[in-house]
């Protein structure tokens, strides 16, 4: 099950592991709660991205289907779980790999603002974990793989609900490892650094410097990364496979961002 799959990061980590000949289901929306997030909207394209994106793998001959979810509507995410209860295959690796962002400094911050930011962040990976432990627990155990951020393991300015929230991702996977560790259920963190995604575009708003075009910032960015490159989605999703299948692996958060949180 990979939540937020539709596009971007998301997408690679489907791919990867449907080249890994897993069978892969695909879950986002095209409907967020608030427009406080980098889209600027409340309609996007997650479900539609991630039919498009069944159906070519599909095609390609792997296996992969398509469902329609809120990460942050509890209704939504039981019952998607549920659909598999009943099926013939088992749930062996959850990946949560949603999240939004804002930019706006603390002082002109609403507080529903604030909240939208966290709920959007951190609300569905409680509820996407809450209810996958039972049927990972029936499969004998399990991956449960949270997308966190350099941001959850350093502040940025503009972003402290952003950073609050994947601050808390990594606070909640630690815990819930504790607590299914001897179901045989592992759950971790990846913390993407920078990639030239929609969310990092906008984010730029946040960063360019008057007179600065959008190209200078991109390469001012660049060299806060040790190694001078910008990761891939396809990065990330080299993670993500292989934390799916680490045995011993559990209550980790990992970078991928060529060293800038080394």
Partial sequence: ?????????????????????????VADTDRLPSAFNHYRSTRVSGF????KLAARLSEAG???????VDATDEAAVRELYGSLAGGPGRLDVVVNAFGVTHVSPVEQMELTEFQQVVSGNLDGVFLSSKHAVPLLRDSGGGSIINFSSVSGRSGFAKVAHYCAAKFGVIGFSSSLALEVARDGIRVNAICPGMIRTNMWSYLLSAFVRPGETE???????????????????????????????????????ISVDGGMTA
């Fill in 215 to 253: 190209d200078e910032c991109w390469e001012r960015m660049r060299t806060m990364i040790p190694q001078r490159e910008f990761q891939t989605p396809e990065d990330i999703a080299e993670l993500v496979v292989f934390l799916a299948t680490a045995k011993k692996v559990t209550g980790q958060a």
């Fill in 1 to 25: 099950m990979v939540i937020g799959g539709g596009r971007g990061i998301g997408a690679a980590a489907v791919e990867a592991l449907a080249r890994q000949d897993a069978t892969v289901v």
């Fill in 48 to 51: 539609a991205d991630a039919q």
């Fill in 62 to 68: 792997l296996r992969v289907t398509a469902a329609e």
